[in-house]
Structures are given as C-alpha cells and as structure tokens.
C-alpha cells in the first residue's frame, strides 16, 4: 500500500529563518515524491518533485526538498521564510510500478511565517 | 490561457439533492482526476479517468459518480448516497507520462 505521513499539522516559524516542513512515505517500490502548496480556498500549486536523480531537488519560489531513502522521507526547506510562504502544503507519492495512476496525498502541513 | 476550469465556486444544496460539479480543461490533457479535501484529511481520490470513456473508482467513490464522454470534460455528480457530502471538491488533470497533476481552484459544495 501506498502512503504519506506529515507529521506536524502546524509549523510556525519566524521570516528569514530556515524552514522545514517533514514527509515520509511509504511505497513498494521506488517512489515519485511531490511537494504541492495550497492558498485559501484555492487549487494546490506544484512547487517540486523527485522522479530519480540528485537526491535534493530545487523548485518554485526558493524551496527545495532532500530525497532520503534510508530514512523514506521527503522532507521540504527554505534557507529563509518569507511571510508569503504562509500556506497549506501537501506531500504526494506515486509508485510507478503501480498502473493504477494515483497520487496519495498527504493530510497537509499549515506553514505560519511570522513578521 | 491553457488551465482547468470548475464550476460553480460555491454551491449550497439541500439533504437529499444529487449535485453536479463541473470541471473543464484546455489543456489537451488525458487524464483527469476528483478528489474530496476536508480539513484535516487531506486529499482523497474519488474517481479518475484515463482516457474518454473510462473511469476509475478512487478510495472514496461510493455516492459519486462521474462520466467523461469528451476529453476535456470530467464531470462530478455527488448523489443523495453520499453520507457527509460538504468538502471542498478538487478537479486535476494530467499528460499521460508526465508526473504533475494541474489543478482547478475548486468547489466548495455545503449542504444545509
């Protein structure tokens, strides 16, 4: 079975401060991992992934993310927050071994950055 | 501009009323997704579709259903079955071998 875990429901950190925001996972195989943030209301916006490769992948806005295998997490940074980062952010899995095409969501994070 | 379009934003039904939520692309894309978001819960698949013609049950289908009788559109129908009807409802889609899903901005379904 294919599964994410996001640990924390609520992250809050200070702007220009480093954060992270932590995902685990669980697959079968070797998995396709995603990063996803959410505004108010709105849809959710792709910011990064891993498909193979360098294990830390940079995406959208300053965000990056560490692909450890060991450890079977993904868990997503930022040298410094801005207050702008304050969002929803969601982490994905696929099994590509898998034909059923699905993506599983995590629960979500809320990222608070404060002034 | 290429995106995913829903529609209605917000929609307030009574118990016992089937709703229909649309959800457009013009993205020329394949695939196409629905899924449920309640707080807390995260994201849930309740049908995809592959191809025209096609669909899936997701992990939470039952009370929904769906058609895809033209590419671009992937309609939702939320039934008087469905228990808890009230969520924010999410329309994604994507190119076959791509691994991004595009997302619509949602609808947000209350039943009073």
């Known amino acids: 079975a294919q599964s994410v875990a996001q640990p924390e429901d609520q992250v809050n950190v200070a702007e220009g401060n480093p954060l992270t925001v932590k995902c685990t996972y669980s697959v079968s195989g070797n998995p396709y991992l995603f990063w996803y943030v959410q505004y108010p209301n709105r849809g959710l916006q792709f910011l990064l992934k891993?498909?193979?490769?360098?294990?830390l992948v940079k995406g959208s806005y300053g965000f990056e993310a560490e692909f450890n295998k060991s450890q079977t997490s993904f868990h997503l940074k930022k040298p410094s927050a801005l207050v702008s980062d304050s969002a929803l952010y969601f982490c994905a899995v696929r099994d590509p071994s898998n034909t059923g095409n699905q993506f599983y969501f995590g629960t979500g994070t809320s990222l608070t950055v404060i002034p | 501009d290429g995106g995913i379009t829903q529609s209605p934003k917000y929609l307030f039904r009574k118990e016992g009323q089937n709703v229909t939520l649309s959800c457009e692309q013009n993205?020329?894309?394949?695939?196409m997704y629905w899924y449920r978001q309640d707080p807390g819960q995260g994201l849930r698949l309740i049908y995809y579709s592959q191809i025209v013609n096609d669909f899936q049950k997701g992990d939470i289908a039952e009370g929904y259903s769906v058609s895809r009788e033209k590419k671009e559109s992937f309609p939702l129908t939320v039934t008087s079955a469905q228990k808890n009807p009230t969520a924010f409802y999410l329309c994604?889609?994507?190119?076959?071998?791509?691994?991004?899903?595009?997302f619509g901005a949602g609808s947000r379904l209350t039943v009073l």
């Open positions: 891993y498909i193979t490769g360098d294990n």
């Open positions: 993205l020329n894309h394949d695939a």
């Open positions: 994604a889609s994507r190119i076959p071998g791509a691994n991004v899903l595009t």
